[in-house]
């Protein structure tokens, strides 16, 4: 094997992951910019609106989002007067990633569906959250490839899990921080 096939092995993985991530986010922008949105017909699950019901299970993913940050610190020995990982801490962070992405799926569903890519009148903040909530998906797509690969540069998995964790923050400072910040706290 040729010492020039293990950086181009790694170029090739961080190319598709790139490309996973880019692919996923332009097709969920454009099928949300397309589809002709129908906010009225949208179930609340329980609560007083689907905005509130999206705004909560928002506000779980990102309190999940950020119990996956600080058990990838605590794997990667950057956790500051953490005591060594315990052994089953990366199933508490496997199962907490794939319960934040679970979650996120009605939530992402609702908006798509209901409101389109940012929907008209035009804002910066729905922009902004049009933008954050396609690139979650590509980005967690393209984390979850670049989790399976081996020998990549060390900055790429946690690039990767920051553009997550960057994502899910966005998205939720332009809807549930927002909603709950203009017509507070309700069920």
Known sequence: ??????????????????????????????????????????????????????AWVGSVVLALAAAQLVTALWLYGRLPGAPPAPRRLGLVHRGTGYTAFVL???????????????????????????????????????????VHTRNLPRWALPLAGSLVLTTVVLAWLTSAWWLFSTTGLHR
């Open 1 to 54: 094997m040729s010492s020039e096939q293990p950086a181009a092995v790694r170029r090739g993985a961080l190319v598709t992951g790139l490309l996973v991530c880019a692919g996923i986010s332009v097709a969920l922008g454009v099928y949300g910019r397309l589809h002709s949105p129908s906010y009225g017909s949208l179930p609340s699950f329980g609560f007083s609106s689907t905005a509130t019901f999206k």
């Open 104 to 146: 996120s799926l009605p939530v992402a569903a609702l908006c798509l569906y209901g409101f389109g890519f940012a929907p008209e009148p035009f804002s910066a903040r729905t922009l902004v959250h049009s933008l954050a909530g396609c690139a979650f998906y590509g980005a967690f797509a393209a984390k979850v490839l670049l």
